[in-house]
């Protein structure tokens, strides 16, 4: 049983960072493409960012984060990071982490997947 931990939520200005991070645990994180989602209130869930389970150099991005986000990976650690940088109001969102085995980058890019985080709260402040 796969099971994924988000940590580094919180508040933050606009045009500040933070860095999430989800540690995975029950089954070894290179056979694993991992992301981020988020959901604000009243609206669906979307895709934000993934990496490739092939290679850390495949990376995936929403177009509204390209730029201001960077997805990473430590396979050593199990720990998928998200960097992010000049926070915006509209990415306030419950933030959370998600795996799959194998995926395609299709799917990678979508919202469904079969292993989720609890969520984590940003609040960005204007």
């Known amino acids: 049983q796969v099971q994924l931990v988000e940590s580094g939520g919180g508040l933050v200005q606009a045009g500040g960072s933070l860095r999430l991070s989800c540690a995975a645990s029950?089954?070894?994180?290179?056979?694993?493409?991992m992301g981020w989602s988020r959901q604000a209130p009243g609206k669906e869930r979307e895709f934000v960012a993934a990496?490739?389970?092939?290679?850390?150099?495949?990376?995936y991005y929403a177009d509204s984060v390209k730029g201001r986000f960077t997805i990473s990976r430590d396979n050593a650690k199990n720990t998928v990071y998200l960097q992010m940088n000049n926070l915006k109001p509209e990415d306030t969102a419950v933030y959370y982490c998600n795996a799959e085995l194998f995926p395609t980058a299709r799917s990678l890019m979508g919202t469904e997947h079969e292993y989720w985080g609890q969520g984590t709260q940003i609040t960005v402040s204007s």
């Open positions: 029950g089954l070894d994180s290179s056979s694993l493409g």
């Open positions: 990496i490739s389970w092939r290679s850390s150099k495949d990376t």
